[in-house]
C-alpha cells in the first residue's frame, strides 16, 4: 500500500509540474474567489467551458458579487442565463447566493452543501475544494476517465456515480496536502487536452510512468449507458404585426418566466392551414423536441400570452433555441420587407 501511495503522490507532483505552464486560463481561475467558484460550477454543471466563458463574463460584470447576486431580481438572473438552459440551475444559483450571504460563516462541510438545491455530491466537492475550503480532488468526467487509465479500472458502471464510488480511494491517494483544488484542475486540463476520451495522447502524458493502460489506445472506462431518448412535436405561432411579437412565459414547469413562442395544439393547425415559417430542434433531458413554428396571421391570441415590444427582446428572458429562431424569423421578414 505505501508504494502505491508513493507512487500516486510522484504522479500527482508530475501532474502539477506539467500543469504550471499548461492549464488553461479560464476566466475563473484567474481571480478565485467563493463566489466565482460557485458560479462557474453552477454554469459548467450542463454547459461546455467554451460556452460558459461569455455567459461567466457578462454574469461577473453585471453581478460582481456575492451579495449583488443575492440582492438581483430574478428576471435580472434569468436574463443573464437566457441561451445556457436547464433555468432550474439559475433559480438554484441565485436562492444559494442568497443563503450564503445570509449566513454569518461559510459551511465547509461538503454534507451541508449538498442540502442546498442544485448542490449534489460532485459540486459539493467541487466548490469546497476549488475554493480552498477542503482539500479533496474534485472528479469530473475527465477526471474519472484518466483514474480508471491509471489503474484499469475493470468491469462496467451502470452510472457516473458507481464509477466514482470505485475510484474514489484512487483520488484520495493523489491528495498533495493544500493543492487538491490544483490536482483536479489539472487532471480536468489534462483530460481536456491529452488524456481524451477516444485518442489519449500517451506520448506526451507527464503521468505515462505512473499509467496501467499507456500507450494502449482504447477507450476505458467502458461508456457510461445511454439513456433512451423520446421523440415530442410542439407546435408554435408567430404572431408578429413588425412592432411587437407574442410570446408566451410559463408560471411553472422547467421553464418558467421563461419567455418563448406561444404553444398551439396540434387539433388547432388541423383546422387552419397556417404555413411554416421554420422548424427547429433541441433536446431538453431525455427528450428530443422538434418545434414547428407557423405563420400565426390572424390567429386569435390568448390571454396568458404576452406582447413584447420589439426593441425590448434584448431584455426579457427568451430561452436559447427561441431567441435564435426568433432573430432567424425577424431577419428573413426584413429582407423580404419592401423597404429592402
Ligand atoms: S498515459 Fe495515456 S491513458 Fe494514461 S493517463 Fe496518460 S494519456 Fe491517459
Known sequence: MEEK???FFLAATALLDWWKDAARPLPWRTSRTLYSTVVSEFMLQQTRVAMAIPYFHRWMERLPTLSAAAAAEPSTILLLWSGLGYYARARNLHHL?????SLPTIPV???VWQRFPGVGPYTATAILSLAGLMDAIPLDGNGLRILARLVAAQGSFANRSALERSLRPMADLLRIPGRCGAVGEAL???GSSICLPAKPRCEICPIRPWCQLAGRPKEMPAPLPIRPRRREIIHRVWICDG?????QRPMSGRLRHVFELPEIPSTAINRRSN?????GMRTIGSVIYREIIYDGQNWPTMDQWQAVAIPELNSIPISGPHRRWIRTILERESELSPKN
Open 5 to 7: 501511495r508513493q507512487a
Open 109 to 111: 462541510e461538503p454534507a
Open 243 to 247: 412592432a411587437v411579437l407574442w410570446l
Open 275 to 279: 404555413s411554416v415559417l421554420l422548424q
Open 97 to 101: 447566493c442568497q443563503v450564503l450571504a
Open 188 to 190: 480536468m486540463d489534462l
